[in-house]
């Protein structure tokens, strides 16, 4: 079956249950997957679609009978953020995030932008400000986590 790959990594590859082994090459490529590597894909319709196949393409056969690959090793799987305890250190020399200032921001109530930071971002600048946040949590979630704590 093809599957497209509608995230926003350069690279992807199928690291989820059965591992697949399927590489897509950044937003929009499309793959052939096994078909029983579909499920646990489909569990992320934010990362994965189904394709159906091109008019006139010759139905694929065989790559629902081959056997699983040997699993992909990967350095951390989503399971182990929520298993563990997660220690990031800021990296060394970093730049402060940018602020955003405006003509109504008085000079001492400059805001950081977090829209601007991505994961890793977020989860340094909660470092270096050691803001009491879940650094297992991704993009809106630790945002708003970070922003709830500045506001304290």
Do not use: F
């Not at 599957?3 to 350069?10: R, S, T």
């Not at 052939?32 to 394709?51: F, G, I, M, N, Q």
């Amino acid at each position: 079956m093809r599957v497209m790959y509608i995230g926003l990594k350069a690279r992807e590859v199928d690291n989820k249950k059965g591992k697949s082994g399927v590489v897509w090459n950044g937003h929009g490529d499309i793959q052939e997957v096994p078909d029983w590597a579909w499920p646990a894909l489909s569990k992320h319709p934010d990362v994965w679609v189904d394709v159906p196949p091109e008019p006139g393409d010759k139905p694929t056969t065989g790559l629902s009978d081959v056997a699983p690959p040997k699993p992909v090793p990967q350095e951390v799987d989503d399971a182990d953020l929520v298993a563990q305890t997660v220690t990031i250190k800021p990296a060394e020399n970093a730049p402060e995030p940018a602020a955003v200032e405006s003509d109504s921001t008085p000079p001492s109530a400059v805001a950081v932008d977090l829209y601007s930071m991505n994961t890793a971002a977020l989860r340094d600048y909660a470092v270096r400000k050691e803001l009491r946040v879940d650094l297992a949590l991704k993009g809106p979630a630790l945002r708003s986590a970070i922003a709830d704590a500045l506001k304290a």
